[in-house]
């Protein structure tokens, strides 16, 4: 699926709403591997005027080796450990869309700082999608295993509790990107501003839990 083409919409008053409501907030998606976190935080940070950082890039950077090499060299709890230091170091540079990695929001230090200076949304992305998006990639240390599905599944189970006490949930699928950017900023308007522009119904896939 495609649509670079089809230009983004764009509603002035809802970002801009959106954009004083945040204040020195961030935005943060988070989720399973495959949601879209990367695609969807580059269009919501375009719409919305803000920076936009892949923490999985940046800790690759600061490690100067790719995250499978990390895994390898030295375990994932290394790796867990420096991705909370260097997402903790993206929080504090001032208001930005980031997306994290899957397994970021398991951790209570990180959770606690996202709560404390962002809003999380939590980009919902059941098995076969995950699996059609992930499947043919060699970069997902947790996915190289003999059952990749089982894997998945298993990750999903212990995962999606905590990412459920994220901000917002929205359904990540095989919808066009903007379609899902649109959701996500109907949902920050409403939480932040407490309701959306007048006239507008509540998008499908929209879900605050907050």
């Known amino acids: 699926m495609s649509d670079a083409a089809v230009p983004a919409p764009t509603h002035p008053t809802l970002e801009a709403d959106i954009a004083a409501a945040l204040g020195p907030r961030s935005i943060v998606l988070v989720g399973m591997m495959?949601?879209?976190?990367?695609t969807i935080g580059r269009r919501m940070a375009a719409r919305l005027k803000l920076p936009f950082t892949d923490a999985d890039t940046e800790i690759e950077t600061a490690?100067?080796?790719?995250?499978?090499?990390?895994f390898e060299t030295h375990g994932e709890a290394y790796f867990r450990d420096g991705e909370a230091r260097v997402i903790?170091?993206?929080?504090d540079s001032g208001p930005i869309v980031l997306a994290t990695g899957g397994g970021a929001f398991m951790r209570e230090e990180t959770r606690s700082r996202i709560r404390d200076r962002?809003?999380?949304?939590?980009?919902?992305a059941d098995s076969d999608?995950?699996?059609?998006?992930?499947r043919r990639r060699a970069d997902r240390p947790l996915?190289?295993?003999a059952d990749p599905e089982a894997t998945v599944n298993r990750l999903l189970s212990e995962r999606e509790p905590v990412y459920g006490t994220a901000d917002l949930t929205i359904a990540s699928r095989d919808v066009p990107h903007d379609r899902i950017v649109d959701e996500c900023l109907e949902a920050l308007h409403a939480h932040l501003c407490g309701a959306r522009p007048a006239g507008e119904p509540p998008p499908d896939g929209l879900n605050a839990t907050s």
């Open 143 to 145: 996915l190289q295993t």
């Open 63 to 70: 490690a100067d080796m790719t995250i499978p090499e990390i």
């Open 34 to 38: 495959g949601a879209g976190k990367s």
């Open 129 to 134: 999608i995950i699996m059609r998006r992930v």
């Open 118 to 124: 962002a809003i999380s949304i939590w980009l919902k």
């Open 88 to 91: 903790a170091r993206i929080l």
